[in-house]
């Protein structure tokens, strides 16, 4: 567990081994091309999830099954775990050092956010008495993205003989491995006195997808000790160095270069990789730690969000600003955000509807917006196989995928794969969301016109006429809430499915009759989506005033989400899927969802009306959740609320809310904790004018951030009963608060509403 609340780290000081999986994943680093989680350096034979992940290096798990049917993607994505390689085995007297089973007498684990360095010490008792101190201090490079450097030291109290044996290791497993199945076949090994290296290739699949080639070279320096022999073999090396009674203790310090076959060619992998770690060597550790320090240095700058009076939600924004910058930086168009990111293989390690719907409106902002479009040319690149996608399924456009690496769908539950088609309206929103960011209409009406009106024809083959009604409707569709399946007509899937052709109509009119030929549109067919658009049908309840979520939500046992025993929670984990999938209880937002996207759309008492039914039947086992709530409750002003679902979504991980940490990071949720307080406390608006409406929660001091917008930095911060907007570069702009324009050349600073 924490142990201490540091605004800049995540501490560890008391050493518990039933939480060691938990602790892992909470001291993952990364850096967009690699990472890996917190684990022991030495051999650990405890409970462990050993994990090194890299970045767009994935396998397709068979999905073939009996019950298999036409439509079914033909595989399910798989981020496989990569070589290790921060392995150090360690021997005292000839003894093996596993503090599995020694006698921990002190411990220390950190990751430092504002350094981007994991660092532990741990003092251990030998079964002699004698005591041995282990120090280790490693990271992924942020400016040499293919090297990780560590320095491990060990320092024993009592003469003796110490061995340590650095190693690459590329004969590993995957946690979620079906019968111990090994994802990589071992190519070569080498290894001379200074070093040495590796050769893995993924196995060969049956669904003519990408094998990947990754060569690793590690150069070894050692201090107070002598290099005392190697040793390799197929997809292993290790070198050893040896200290007889050492005093000060032994150190070895490690460079690694790893490079895959994503950016070399396979005959020039290993080359590659030794070059960089000898490069690496030569700049010397703390050179690279240096490196390191200033880099993250430089991003803080314009990331940085800071709390006064709550230390607990001053570490919860920078954990989740700190993870989501290490797994995505824009620098590779070909990559997205996973959600578990580089810290566990849950979900595939693949990307979701959350890019869109809730990380790209972070990144436009704390990195800019041109890794923003990134986001989005990451999806026209993919649009072929999205027109692939609705085909397999005897649609027409294009069907945006639940989950992928390629574009093709790789997501193997039925319900999520055929029923969650709400996605493609994030994709869509997306496009609108930048739009309205940047004030750059080039890109909806460029490429961005191809992904909208894949969209809008996929829908609007989608949707049916019901005679009965005379409207539009869609069936057999899940919402954002999956604790419900194959429902008739979700409120928010039709909405989002009829405002997404509503948007590619205008967008179209926009771009004008020459792009409207190249896309070869026909009148018949923008008469189809106009009428799909205009006529959808969206289930109302006009005495209770609310959008209903599908058309027999109302119809089922309503209860608050308070009634559920507390022993039940989260009944994900108690409750059997037939249960739930029966209940009213809700996942995540769903209508609300909609809400959120289109809220310049409804009056504040239509939010005001679902909300108030719609929050207290919520569970929020989705990690999706808490930030949605937030920024509506704190539109309505409910404050409380809005901190209560803040602290839900910035300490997710860090407090273990939903027992699932253990797994990996919710990285793309890590989002929310951003969005909840820019969106959600200081009210901030892009659509049409830059605009706010800023409260202080009544448990802080104060708050600030700064964010670039249309080629300005502007700082935020609201403290005293004050809010103060400073522009930090870029020319002036008019901006609205409480609706009252003003002009933004320096500084403004107006009081709080109550």
Known sequence: MITSCNPWKVVQDTWNPEENRFMESLTSISNGYMGMRGNFEEDYSGQTHQGTYLGGVWFPDKTRVGWWKNGYPPYFGKMINAPNLMGVRVKINGEKLDIAQNRVLSFHREVDMKQGVYRRSTMVEMPDGGRVLIESCRFVSVRRREVMAMRYCVTPSFPCTVELESCLTGDVRNLDANYDERFWDQLNGWADDAGGGILVKTKENPFGTPRFAVAASQVICPEGGARDGHASEPGFCMNRVTAHSPSGGVCVYKYVGLVTSRDVQEEELEKRADAIAQEAARTGFEELLREQVNAWEQRWETMDVTIEGDD????????????????????????????????????????????????????????????????????????????????????????????????????????????????????????????????????????????????????????????????????????????????NNNWYTNRIAAWSISYFLESLA???????????????????????????????????????????????????????????????????????????????AD????????????????????????????????????????????????????????????????????????????????????????????????????????????????????????????????????????????????????????????????????
């Not at 190249?518 to 959008?547: C, H, Q, S």
């Open 312 to 487: 607990e939600a001053q570490q919860g924004i920078r954990f989740n600003l700190f993870q989501l910058l290490s797994t995505y930086s824009g620098e590779d168009a070909r990559l997205n955000i996973g959600p578990k990111g580089f810290t566990g293989e849950k979900y595939g390690g693949a990307t979701y509807w959350d890019t869109e719907a809730y990380c790209l409106p972070v990144y436009m902002s704390v990195a800019g917006e041109n890794v923003a479009r990134q986001l989005l040319i990451y999806r026209r690149r993919q649009l072929k196989e999205a027109y692939e996608n609705a085909r397999a399924k005897g649609l027409k456009g294009a069907l945006f995928p639940m989950v992928t690496f390629t574009g093709r769908e790789c997501h193997n539950e039925w319900e999520i794969t055929f029923e969650e088609i709400h996605r493609n309206g994030a994709v869509a929103h997306a496009v609108f969301d930048y739009t309205q960011y940047s004030g750059d209409e080039t890109y909806r009406t460029g490429e961005g016109l191809d992904v909208l009106y894949g969209i809008a024809a996929f829908y609007a083959d989608r949707a049916h006429f019901s005679k009965r009604a005379g409207k539009y409707m869609i069936h057999g569709v899940t919402g954002p809430n999956e604790y419900e399946n194959n429902v």
């Open 510 to 588: 926009l771009a004008g009759a020459d792009r409207e030929r190249e896309l070869g549109i026909t009148e018949n067919e923008k008469a189809k989506m106009r009428a799909v658009a205009e006529g959808m049908y969206e289930p109302k309840d006009e005495e209770l005033g609310i959008f209903v979520q599908h058309d027999t939500f109302l119809d089922k046992d309503l209860q608050p989400a308070s009634a559920i025993a507390p022993e039940d929670r989260p009944i994900n984990q108690h409750w059997s899927w037939d249960r739930i999938l029966r209940s009213c209880y809700i996942k995540q």
């Open 591 to 754: 209508v609300l969802q909609g809400l959120y996207f289109l809220e310049h759309l409804y009056s504040l008492e239509e939010i005001r009306r679902n909300f108030d039914f719609y929050e207290p039947m919520t569970v929020h086992e989705s990690s999706l959740s808490p930030c949605v709530h937030a920024i509506l409750a704190a539109r309505l002003g409910y404050r409380d609320k809005a901190v209560e679902m803040y602290r839900r979504t910035a300490r997710l991980d860090l407090d273990n809310i939903n027992h699932d940490t253990d797994d990996g990071l919710h990285i793309t949720s890590m989002s929310g904790s951003w969005l909840a307080i820019t969106k959600g406390f200081a009210g901030m608006r892009t659509i049409g004018t830059l605009s706010f409406r800023p409260f202080l929660p009544s448990c802080w001091k104060g708050y600030a951030f700064a964010f670039t917008y249309r080629n300005r930095v502007i700082h935020l911060k609201v403290r005293d009963g004050k809010l103060t907007l400073t522009l930090k570069s870029g020319e002036p702009i008019s901006v609205s608060i409480y609706d009252r324009t003003c002009q933004l050349e320096k500084e403004i600073t107006m009081d709080l509403k109550a």
